[in-house]
């Protein structure tokens, strides 16, 4: 069935197929939101580092990060401001991904993981959800690169695939700008979580303070 075209009608429908989730609204836009401001990008001394609770630690430059296999994955995307925007292309790299490909080796004690961004904001996702199908390390979207209002180059990826039943949280839970992820044995709170959001802001039960 041919989907509506105007935006309430849209969101009526999303509702209807369930992928709606309590207290959101549709919008065709896409917002920009963020802490701070927008670093620069030099591809020349950009990297991204793995530590914490892995065998090795990795750290790639931009060159070598760019060559990393790459996923492409459709999802719904909810903000914890209320707006939702769906059926969003996005491409980058599967963590699990690369755990399966050996490139990353965890320790058997790794259990929660902690985003850095450039300007030092962090945020933290149990292992378990940065190993599902809807976690990337994104660098695409809608086939083009990522702008920096967004992200670029690399911006830690969470949102809902359709159909599915895999945890899904807001979209905060995905750092802008990233640089770096820590796995860890226990959780350890972000940026946003510190200041009273909820820690794990699970869009269907509106978790979106404590």
Same mark, same amino acid.
């Given at each position: 069935m041919e989907q509506p075209t105007d935006?309430?009608?849209?969101?009526?429908q999303m509702e209807r197929d369930g992928r709606? &989730?309590?207290?959101q609204s549709l919008t065709k836009k896409f917002p920009v939101l963020h802490y701070g401001s927008i670093p620069p990008f030099d591809p020349q001394t950009w990297s991204f580092r793995i530590w914490g609770e892995v065998e090795e630690e990795i750290s790639w430059n931009w060159e070598e990060f760019s060559q990393l296999p790459q996923t492409e994955i459709q999802l719904d995307i909810h903000c914890v401001t209320k707006?939702? /925007?769906?059926?969003?292309?996005? /491409?980058?790299?599967?963590?699990?991904?690369?755990?399966?490909?050996?490139?990353?080796?965890? /320790?058997?004690?790794a259990a929660y993981v902690l985003q850095y961004a450039d300007g030092g904001y962090t945020t933290n996702l149990p292992l378990k959800l940065i190993l599902q199908e809807n976690f990337l390390l994104a660098t695409y979207f809608d086939e083009k690169p990522l702008t &920096?209002?967004?992200?670029?180059?690399?911006r830690g990826m969470v949102?809902?695939?359709?159909?599915?039943?895999?945890k899904t949280t807001y979209f905060w839970k995905g750092a802008k700008w990233l640089t770096g992820l820590e796995f860890l044995t226990e959780d350890q709170l972000g940026f946003w979580e510190k200041a009273g959001y909820h820690n794990e802001a699970d869009i269907w039960k509106e978790q979106r303070s404590r």
């Open positions: 935006r309430q009608s849209l969101e009526n709606l &989730p309590p207290g707006w939702s /925007k769906f059926d969003t292309i996005w /491409k980058g790299v599967s963590i699990h991904s690369l755990i399966e490909l050996g490139l990353i080796q965890l /320790k058997p004690e &920096p209002e967004h992200g670029a180059p690399v949102g809902h695939i359709p159909g599915s039943e895999i």
